[in-house]
Nanobody, 122 residues
Framework: QVQLVESGGGLVQAGGSLRLSCAASGRTFSSYAMGWFRQAPGKEREFVAAISGSGRSTNYADSVKGRFTISRDNAKNTVYLQMNSLKPEDTAVYSC???????????????WGQGTQVIVSS
């Protein structure tokens, strides 16, 4: 069982930055790949970024590539999402998730956090 708690969301102007954190419980954090997903009002949840258990592999949605960076600190059981050059279209609830497999498919993620709201004003 893995419990995930996100933090770091908020209101920011376009062009600004935010760093989201996701703290995980459990002693096997490094055995899970971690992902960030987001859901905007009226839209389906979409993949944002993923990182392997070791942190050596990452992948990003095209819409955030070059602006967002996913990282993890296995000693702290925490995964981060650094978001730079934010745009109004990045406004969404951001959720972290954990999977024992490497995947961008939300259906393969077994554990989810409650989400944190990010609002980017124009």
């Amino acid at each position: 069982q893995v419990q995930l708690v996100e933090s770091g969301g908020g209101l920011v102007q376009a062009g600004g930055s935010l760093r989201l954190s996701c703290a995980a419980s459990g002693r096997t954090f490094s055995s899970y790949a971690m992902g960030w997903f987001r859901q905007a009002p009226g839209k389906e949840r979409e993949f944002v970024a993923a990182i392997s258990g070791s942190g050596r592999s990452t992948n990003y949605a095209d819409s955030v590539k070059g602006r967002f960076t996913i990282s993890r600190d296995n000693a702290k059981n925490t995964v981060y999402l650094q978001m730079n050059s934010l745009k109004p279209e990045d406004t969404a609830v951001y959720s972290c998730a954990a999977t024992p497999r490497w995947s961008y498919n939300e259906n393969r993620y077994d554990y989810w956090g409650q989400g944190t709201q990010v609002i980017v004003s124009s």
